[in-house]
C-alpha cells in the first residue's frame, strides 16, 4: 500500500539560498537524526545536482542497523523542484519531491513523500506501529533544525 508524507515549510531566504542548500547531498546529515548515523558515501565534487545522479548513503533507521541505501535524482528544475527517487534501500518505493516556491515572506519548501515499504501486510503492520511514526521524527526534526538555521530572529 502506498503512503504519502507531506510537509512545508516557511523559510526567510531567496530561492537560490534554498537551492544551493537543499540540493547539496553534502547537507543531509545536518538535518537528518544523529541516531539515524546518516552518512554520504558519494564523494561531489561540487554540489551542482543533475538527472541520472546517484548517491550512496549508510542509514540506521531501526534498531542502530546499519543499511546501505542509494538514490537517484530523476528529475530536476533548476531553482525550483527536483526528485529523488530510491534505487536501493529499505523501502519498496520511496519517491520525494522537494519543492521551493518564491514569495512575500522568502520561499516555500514542500516536500511531498510517495512511499510503500515491503513485505505486503507485514511491511503495514511495520508502517502502522513505527515507520509512520520515524518518518515523522525525522521531518519534524529537520523543521526544527531549519527553524533556526533560516527563521532565526
Known sequence: MKHRLIREQQ???D???AWKFFSSANNLSEITPKDMNFVVLTAMENDEIYEG??????VSPLFGIKMKWQ???????FQRSFIDFQK???YKI???HHEFISNEKGVLMKDTVD??????FLGEIAHAVFVKKKLEYIFDYRYAVLEKMFNKK
Open 11 to 13: 523559510l526567510n531566504c
Open 15 to 17: 530561492r537560490a539560498t
Open 53 to 58: 545522479m546517484l548517491i550512496d548513503y549508510y
Open 71 to 77: 538514490t537517484e535524482i530523476i528529475k530536476v528544475d
Open 88 to 90: 536501493k534501500g529499505p
Open 94 to 96: 520511496w519517491h520525494h
Open 115 to 120: 512511499y510503500e515499504l515491503p513485505l505486503g
